[in-house]
């Protein structure tokens, strides 16, 4: 029956420094011994038997049926082809590959200096080595990945592994003080849990500056405080104030603490252009605050605006009721007196109001009734 059959053996991976099992497998067997042999061609074992003195191979299982093998502390140089034989006439083999994978090293970053200036331009190489295969290697700026990098791999002295090199330039921008700058290695042999080396980045940078009024209108008679809010690195410390090109002319109302200037009781001798100065190590930089004073008793805004309005709109109403008036006063004073109805024919030759109305239809007793007066 074992003329027909045929041993079984699978491929094996295992990490650098990790254990493996090598198992030859018969359905049929009569009685037939099964042997495993290394790379060399070195026989292990033979059934039961061991065969080769190295106390990292053991023995898992010999049956007519199967025979496994254990190896621990796995070598890069035990990688290769391994044989099972089946000793029936002729003899039945099986070959299993054992691939041994290199562990990369844990990257280091060199090229670093710290601080770095704005503007200024780091070349940083990441290094890592011993991985089998050449493993992979990344940059990222906190989580973000930089893409804009050189890589080279170059063969190690054993001839097996590989050191991987990677080249990135970073120019010093203050937005990425603080960052986080890492680099990352990814392999097969590191179950998901990549290598990382990072270092945080300090950029040194010249001051901003911006002056912040306590309030947007200024009057006259009110205090009034500007703060100079400066950023920079190092810190700039403290701030210097200057009025018009000048020293601030009068120190007993116009009072420096830190960064704020305080002036009280505004008054129009204050306006002007107010200057605040801050330096660090790297440069100088500077902001303005023009003053304006506005008066207090003067009505600004939309409420002027309405009072203006209404104010004018009344004039007009009372300039147009005297024009009446006295247009019609005039007219009143030039036709005052009574006049009488026409009220007949023949009336229009009358020569006064009284004739007509006795001139027509109708007799003096009516008269009196028909007279209608004009004031």
């Not at 700039?236 to 002036?263: A, C, F, Q």
Request: with cysteine.
């Amino acid at each position: 029956g074992s003329q027909g059959q045929f041993p079984v053996a699978q491929n094996v991976t295992v990490v650098e420094g990790g254990t493996i099992n090598l198992t030859c497998r018969v359905d049929q067997n009569d009685n037939t011994s099964l042997q495993w042999s290394n790379p060399a061609q070195q026989t292990l074992y033979f059934d039961d038997k061991k065969a080769l003195r190295d106390n990292r191979i053991e023995l898992v299982r010999a049956s007519w049926h199967e025979l496994s093998i254990s190896i621990s502390d796995v070598t890069l140089s035990d990688e290769g082809l391994y044989t099972c034989s089946l000793f029936t006439m002729p003899v039945k083999t099986s070959k299993a590959f054992l691939t041994v994978l290199g562990v990369p090293e844990k990257p280091h970053i060199t090229g670093f200096t710290s601080p770095i200036m704005e503007g200024d331009i780091v070349h940083l190489t990441c290094k890592s080595s011993g991985s089998k295969p050449a493993a992979d290697i990344r940059w990222f700026k906190n989580d973000q990945e930089i893409t804009d990098v050189r890589k080279v791999q170059e063969k190690d002295n054993n001839g097996k592994t590989f050191t991987v090199i990677s080249y990135l330039n970073l120019q010093g921008d203050r937005k990425d003080d603080g960052a986080v700058i890492g680099c990352r290695v990814d392999h097969e042999s590191l179950n998901s849990t990549p290598q990382i080396a990072s270092q945080v980045l300090e950029i040194h940078y010249i001051p901003t500056v911006r002056i912040l009024p306590s309030t947007p209108l200024p009057q006259e008679g009110q205090p009034l405080i500007l703060t100079c809010e400066s950023k920079g690195k190092p810190l700039p410390e403290p701030v210097s104030w200057t009025k018009d090109g000048g020293e601030l002319p009068d120190p007993e109302r116009m009072i420096v603490n830190g960064r704020e200037l305080t002036i009280s009781f505004l008054n129009k001798t204050d306006n002007g252009t107010y200057r605040c100065e801050a330096t660090n190590s790297i440069g100088q930089s500077s902001a303005e605050y023009v003053l304006i004073i506005s008066d207090p008793n003067a009505l600004a805004g939309p409420a002027a605006t309405d009072h203006a309005l209404i104010g004018g709109i009344v004039a007009v109403v009372v300039f147009v009721t005297l024009c009446s008036i006295i247009l019609l006063g005039r007219y009143l004073a030039r036709h005052k007196g009574t006049y009488l109805t026409n009220e007949a024919k023949g009336a229009e030759d009358a020569p006064d109001a009284d004739t007509a109305i006795i001139n027509a239809e109708g007799s003096h007793v009516n008269a009196e009734e028909k007279k209608e007066y004009y004031i």
